[in-house]
């Protein structure tokens, strides 16, 4: 198992993640993804913000990242955190608990930055999304109103109710 930056040659393979991420979502009734544009899996990859997690040079998972999040963490967000997006795992491989991994990996990434947090969110009231976070060492912060989606992706413009998870950092 390795973790690194994405490349060009991945986006079709992401652009498949999230399609498969949109079915799941589709078939449990949550919070559906809209379709992502290519453009802005370029310009994450080019900017080195779309990681992946590689099991036998096979992409099991991917996530983009971001350094600032003020639409949804208002007044938390000092440049002090990275924030995860978009955890698209491969419907063959899902049930590893590759949270887990990310976990490990945002940490020390973090830290390397001198960031003192991670933080992510995710739509809606969605209890087995919040018990599996919490159970990769996220505290739950609760659930709050979003007031201005405008800059966010579509999905946060049709469900303003955000769960919002953050893990602490220790020096």
């Known amino acids: 198992m390795k973790i690194e930056n994405c490349v060009l040659t991945d986006v079709d393979a992401i652009l498949s993640l999230y399609q498969s991420a949109r079915d799941l979502q589709t078939q449990k009734k949550m919070v559906v993804w809209p379709t992502f ?28 990242i971001t350094f600032h999040d003020k639409e949804i963490w208002g007044e938390k967000d000092r440049n002090d955190s990275i924030y995860i997006h978009r955890i698209a795992t491969n419907p063959t491989m899902r ?25 992510l969110d995710t739509l809606g009231n969605n209890t087995k999304l919040i018990e599996h976070y919490t159970s990769a060492g996220f505290e739950f912060l609760g659930i709050i109103k979003l007031t201005d989606t405008t800059n966010l992706p579509g999905h946060y413009q049709t469900e303003p109710n955000c769960c919002r998870f953050e893990l602490a950092l220790s020096n």
């Open 37 to 64: 544009e290519r453009s802005l899996i370029e310009t994450e990859i080019s900017e080195q913000r779309q990681w992946k997690l590689l099991e036998n040079d096979m992409i099991a998972c991917n996530w983009a």
């Open 95 to 119: 049930g590893n608990r590759y949270v887990d991994k990310i976990v490990d990996w945002a940490s020390d990434y973090a830290k390397q930055k001198g960031k003192s947090f991670v933080r």
